[in-house]
Nanobody, 123 residues
């Protein structure tokens, strides 16, 4: 069982930056493949980025590549999402999630979810 708690969301102007954090409980955090997803009103939940259990490999949606960076610190049971050059279309609730399997980008392949943190980018 893994419990996830996101933080770091907020209101930022276009072009600004935010760093999201996701703190996990449980001693097995380092075994999980961790992802970030987002969901805007009226939209499906979409994949943003993910990192392998060791952090050695990372994966990004096209919309995030070059602007967002996912990282993890297994000593702190925390995964991060650094978001730069934010755009109004990045406005959404951002969720972190844990999967027992590497390489997953579909939300239904993740086993544990946080409650989400709101990111709002003003134009």
């Amino acid at each position: 069982q893994v419990q996830l708690v996101e933080s770091g969301g907020g209101l930022v102007q276009a072009g600004g930056s935010l760093r999201l954090s996701c703190a996990a409980s449980g001693r097995t955090f380092s075994m999980y493949y961790m992802g970030w997803f987002r969901q805007a009103p009226g939209n499906e939940r979409e994949f943003v980025a993910a990192t392998a259990s060791t952090g050695a490999n990372t994966y990004y949606a096209a919309s995030a590549k070059g602007r967002f960076t996912i990282s993890r610190d297994n000593t702190k049971n925390t995964v991060y999402l650094q978001m730069n050059s934010l755009k109004p279309e990045d406005t959404a609730v951002y969720y972190c999630a844990a999967s027992a399997f590497e390489g997953r980008i579909s939300s239904n392949e993740y086993d544990y979810w946080g409650q989400g943190t709101q990111v709002t980018v003003s134009s």
